[in-house]
């Protein structure tokens, strides 16, 4: 597993030298399901990269990826869940603020995630049997604070109609804030910037750092407290597991 | 004008090694009109070290300031408008995405301003007779490009509440981002990250993206497109100029 880990860290770097070589030409950007659901042929091309990088080297393991249709049951067999690019539509509109992110399981047991924050070079990795470090630097496990005391990041459009009560909770927090990448965003829950993440998102939007989370005191769930099905986009929350409670009293 | 220019240039990089040395030892944090609305004594020695170095150097001069009541009127003489730290819920809760901010006016005309990312160690400058750079690089004026393929920034309690029609703008762009540093988010603007950023803020809050935005074809202005007063806090919009017509088809 070391030696896997270590080729996911090699290849997550190289998918972010390819971005930042290839992000300033003109890209062919398309949509999606509607015109704010965006994709780009690089989004695409990195996905390839990986996909192929991994399959060369492990011929028998299978995908579960946001483009072209990868879509493997991560509950058997050697399954890795890929994002190429989180945060398209920041890519294309900022430049920056999106992240690459590669989570690993076998048979249904996640076994390393890695978030890549391309443009600020910081790789998020580990779970499992692994650390769980920035850049290296070992992060600590959750350490409890008051909501008064905390930020919490919230879907934009999940805030503005308070679903299922999450301006209530906003409104017992320091504020709310929205950053267009869920791999990020959850980075700064696993490092204690933020409280919590709630967004509407698909499993390789919260693959890695569900597995980076769990090592820290974090779990990924639904608004009912039960895992995600790792198949649909649904809405979900990155919260510490010993706030899920507190939490729960304004988001039901 | 050059040489004060180069010494605001020297004191808000003081003020920024002066923070990032000093954040890591336990705050008191205060609460001024509600529990979310903090000031750390970190907020205060900063603006006085500003405060001293400029009164030392410019003793005839007057200041605008966030903290200890200073409230020169800048239409009258020579005046330094200073938020020592811009953002300071993130500061107390992220321990990054907040700025050190000064703007400097002579008889009500902005001379320059300078929005420095403390953490990234990037400054934001220029405006009056300066073009305006990040780190030295100079940022080019705005340059149109339609709603759908643009960010915008919004407060988080005008978002949720469809202030003024905020949330049917939202609609209409790829999306709403939220970053809680008014300072920075303006930055975002600039720099043509974001089409445009909407709050309830103080001139503080402003006064130095203004002077920048001057240059680069932006303008500072309430939800009726007239200029803020410059004393008391106000819901306003910077955008770029040739937006702001249909910006206010949205929003009125």
Redesign the interface.
């Known amino acids: 597993m070391e030696s896997k880990f270590q080729f996911a860290k090699e290849i997550i770097g190289q998918a972010g030298q390819f971005i930042r070589k290839n992000m300033t030409k003109d890209l062919i950007i398309e949509e999606k399901t509607r015109?704010?659901d965006?994709v780009t042929e690089l989004d695409k091309e990195v996905q390839t990269l990986l996909v192929d990088s991994i399959h060369a080297r492990y011929p028998n393991d299978c995908f579960l990826a946001e483009e072209n249709n990868l879509t493997a049951d991560i509950t058997k067999g050697s399954v890795w869940v890929i994002d190429p690019i989180d945060g398209t539509?920041?890519f294309?509109?900022?430049?920056?603020d999106f992240a690459v992110m590669i989570a690993y399981y076998e048979e249904g047991q996640g076994q390393f995630g890695l978030i890549y924050d391309v443009m600020n070079d910081v790789l998020y990795s580990g779970g499992g049997q692994f650390d769980v470090t920035a850049n290296g630097q070992k992060l600590p496990p959750f350490t409890d604070k008051p909501l008064?005391?905390?930020?919490i990041c919230v879907n934009?459009s999940m805030?503005?109609q308070?679903f299922m009560g999450l301006?209530n909770l906003?409104c017992q927090?320091?504020?709310?804030?929205?950053?267009?990448s869920a791999g990020l965003s959850i980075c700064?829950v696993l490092s204690g910037?933020?409280l919590a993440y709630f967004s509407k998102i698909s499993p390789w939007d919260y693959a890695a750092g569900s597995i980076m989370g769990e090592k820290l005191g974090y779990k990924i769930c639904d608004f009912y407290g039960k895992k995600p099905n790792f198949e649909t986009r649904q809405e979900v929350m990155f919260v510490p597991k010993e706030k899920l409670k507190e939490i729960q009293k304004y988001v039901h």
């Open positions: 015109f704010d965006l539509v920041n294309v509109a900022q430049g920056c008064s005391r905390s930020l934009s805030a503005s308070n301006a906003g927090t320091l504020g709310v804030r929205c950053f267009g700064r910037r933020l």
